[in-house]
């Protein structure tokens, strides 16, 4: 792992962004945020789940008349979505909205962005810029659009990075010239390997805090894959500050992998246990798979990071359950439970899950009481200086 990027930081509400501090964790509401109710519930819940800043869209004027009752209902920091109308930013504002996310290019009157820029400068409330690789030369003008979508044909990832980073420096400058810096900026596409490339690109040329993210990744089956092989990629090397894992389904679907993405990465503290297990093959002598969904499912109640085991045979089993606080080495009829490397119980199969999960409920509580501690490695948070 490369030691984190040392980025500025920002302040969403009480969170902040950037300056070292951890990963922060984002998602979107899906309900009409005039729905004040559905939204609070459903920021809520993301909330429960692990999510740091929840964003909503504000497209109308419904949408930002709810914000004050959903500002005040929120335990989290909310980000308003703003697209096309500068009103709906300065309505969010006056609300008090943690953070604006604008994309200065959808709205073609620079007055109006000059005018969202001093409301937010005036209440120190960030501003999130992004370029996405689906609308930049799509608003480009005829002439122009003709001779980059030649270069694009022959070298797309180079020239689209290009692109992006002209696009960029644009909008940078434009907040350059309202004196405002608290910006933090994204560059989107839906190709993992551009956005590497473009993101690489980005963190070389400014030290603005970056929020990561997959575009139009699709559902979570699909996308999962899509968005980890770039977030992945640029977390191991240092890059990103805050991530948003973004599929066609519901939000809660998006924390859970981010945070399993961060923990894996050591750049989160679990807060429940790890479920890992073997890899099925021919020398099963038990149904894995209900065994594994069974354990899992019963895990569910404990709130302690535990890393739990579960092994379908005694070939490769122990050695690949090292380092398990909770382990079961499940053979014909039988499973061996040991709790942080010694054996403490061998029990017939139809006891197994019951058996191991009194005894991480015994070892939680022993940690919980300081009488025993985990046995996984601590979380490597440590920016590069």
Known sequence: MTPRRKTKSINVGDVTIGGGTPL??????????????????????????????????????????ALPQILENSPVPIVADVHFHFRRALEAIEAGVHKI??????????????????????????????????????????????????????????TMVALMLDK????????????????????KSIDPCLCIDAYRAISRRWDYPLHLGVTHAGPPETGRIRSIAALATLLAEGIGDTLRISYAADPLIEV??????????????????????????????VDLISLVKQVKDKLASIRTPLKVAVMGCVVNGPG????????????????????QGEIV???????????????????????????ASVLQST????PQE
Request: hydrophobic share 40%.
């Open 320 to 339: 690949e359950a090292e380092g398990a606080d909770i382990a079961v080495f499940a053979g014909k009829n039988k499973g061996v439970i040991s709790v």
């Open 168 to 187: 960029l420096e644009e909008y940078l400058a434009v907040f350059a010239e309202h004196n405002f810096s608290d910006i933090v900026i994204a560059a």
């Open 101 to 158: 996310r604008l994309n200065p290019g959808n709205i073609n009157d620079r007055s109006q962005v000059a005018e969202v820029i001093a409301a937010c400068r005036e209440r120190k409330i960030p501003i999130r810029i992004g370029v996405n690789e689906g609308s930049i030369v799509e608003r480009m003008d005829k002439g122009l659009r003709e001779r980059e979508l030649a270069r694009l044909a022959t070298d797309r990832p180079t």
């Open 24 to 65: 922060v964790i984002q998602s979107m509401t899906t309900t009409y945020t005039r729905d004040a109710t559905a939204t609070i519930a459903q920021i809520r819940s993301l909330a429960s789940a692990g999510c740091q800043i929840v964003r909503v869209a504000t497209p109308e004027k419904a949408d930002t008349d």
């Open 256 to 285: 859970a992998d981010a945070k399993e993405l961060l923990a894996c990465l050591g750049l989160w503290q679990r807060t429940e246990p790890e479920l890992i297990a073997c890899p099925t093959c021919g020398r099963l002598e």
């Open 379 to 382: 979380v490597k948070m440590t």
């Open 345 to 371: 119980k061998t029990v017939p199969e139809d006891q197994i899950v019951s058996t191991l999960y009194a005894e991480a409920c015994s070892l939680a509580a022993k940690i919980e009481n300081g009488q």
